[in-house]
């Protein structure tokens, strides 16, 4: 079954250290997303991809970079994190349709201390 | 820019009574945007509920239903008969032709049994 696979689940991470959230899907799409998801705020994109080897900006990327290494797997890296950051994270793939439906993994829940 | 409003950030509802979930929306683009709910349920990443992609048509899906007005730019969720397993948060989202979705802020739905 195509699916798409978040990693961790949940991570506590300290302020300025280093986080790598992992992306991973099996539905052959060409598009992948990163969202946030805030209480009181809708689900706002950070990047995304439509093919491998380039990332795109979202709405929000400031501090935040993109890694897609090959059509399956697309990270989300917080060089140095902050505060603010804490957050649900979701990934999502897509196929090269206008308006095709979103596949979403079930997220990450990051707290930064 | 697009954006998607949900007024309700939590509504609660006792089992077998009529639900309904305002979404309304607005957009630049020149070409009626796509509609969407997507659902997400405890543990799990969103999912698709319903789409339409024709102002004035109406989607269906597990007994909910939601109706394009593209005169009151809305897309309002509804469903006559809610059981304890819809419970979840759902969002409204707007796709304007390309690749990226806009998404409410979602309603956090809760049925009393």
Redesign the interface.
Known sequence: EAA?TQSPRSKVAVTGGKVTLSCHQTNNHD?M?W?R?DT??????IH?S?VADSTEK?DIPDGYKASRPSQENFSLILELASLSQTAVY?C?S?A?V?????T????TRLLVI | GDS?T?TE?QVTVSESKSLIINCTYSTTSIAYP?L?W?VRYP??????LL?V?TAGQKGSSRGFEATYNKETTSFHLQKASVQESDSAVY?CAL?D??????????TSLLVDP
């Open positions: 798409v598009y997303y969202y998801q009181g705020h809708g689900l706002r994109l995304y439509y979202g979701f999502a897509s090269q206008a308006n095709s439906d979103y979403f993994g079930s997220g | 998607v949900q950030g796509n969407f997507y543990g799990e990443g969103l999912q698709l789409k992609i969002y796709g032709m390309g690749y990226k979705l806009t998404f409410g802020t979602g």
